[in-house]
T-cell receptor
Framework: QKEVEQDPGPLSVPEGAIVSLNCTYS??????FMWYRQYSRKGPELLMY????GNKEDGRFTAQVDKSSKYISLFIRDSQPSDSATYLC??????????FGAGTTVTVRA | DGGITQSPKYLFRKEGQNVTLSCEQN?????MYWYRQDPGQGLRLIYY???????QKGDIAEGYSVSREKKESFPLTVTSAQKNPTAFYLC???????????FGSGTRLTVV
């Protein structure tokens, strides 16, 4: 079993829809949770980060962490074609060495 | 502008050859990392370094070597012992007081 599981998709949604992305994990010691966005042939860029359980909102993006269920989510509201990318979840015990999910490829159709 | 520079962008290697991928950062970050990305597998950690002249193996270090002689530089050598080196290689760095990593744009290595 992988330490971090993420559905690779692909996920295709119409412009303006809500995009919902999820990851599950097995290591109960994880306490730092992040989402990265990666455009084709580019390096990932940090999108959102949260510490421990709870919600965090930043513009159209909301990150949720449920440590009791070992489940994290990223929601993108009012999705735009520019949101088309691969989204990677990442997590860490100490915010030092990250474990990544496989990434979910999202396409937002105009 | 501060950032991480990886070179070359594309690299072709013949069977049995060693090749070195360059990673340079001007962010004054202490820690640097090398990840390998394969389709459907996400990023897997090869090596990381927290300080100059010190580095640790990651999850898939076999067939790779690194050095950290300067804070700004963390080159990765893919040796002939790496049986399946074709992949997208990503270098990252991190400052201890900040969240997450800053990634370079990657090097795509292909064995021909």
């Amino acid at each position: 079993q992988k330490e971090v599981e993420q559905d690779p998709g692909p996920l295709s949604v119409p412009e303006g829809a809500i995009v919902s992305l999820n990851c599950t994990y097995s290591n109960s010691a994880f306490q730092y949770f992040m989402w990265y966005r990666q455009y084709s042939r580019k390096g990932p860029e940090l999108l959102m980060y949260t510490y421990s359980s709870g919600n965090k909102e930043d513009g159209r993006f909301t990150a949720q962490v449920d440590k009791s269920s070992k489940y994290i989510s990223l929601f993108i509201r009012d999705s735009q074609p520019s949101d088309s990318a691969t989204y990677l979840c990442a997590m860490s015990e100490d915010d030092y060495k990250l474990s990544f999910g496989a990434g979910t490829t999202v396409t937002v159709r105009a | 502008d501060g950032g991480i520079t990886q070179s070359p962008k594309y690299l072709f290697r013949k069977e049995g050859q060693n090749v070195t991928l360059s990673c340079e950062q001007n962010l004054n970050h202490d820690a640097m990392y090398w990840y390998r990305q394969d389709p459907g597998q996400g990023l897997r950690l090869i090596y990381y370094s927290q300080i100059v002249n010190d580095f640790q193996k990651g999850d898939i270090a076999e067939g790779y070597s690194v050095s950290r002689e300067k804070k700004e530089s963390f080159p990765l050598t893919v040796t002939s012992a790496q049986k399946n080196p074709t992949a997208f290689y990503l270098c990252a760095s991190r400052r201890a007081s900040e969240w997450g990593y800053t990634f370079g744009s990657g090097t795509r290595l292909t064995v021909v």
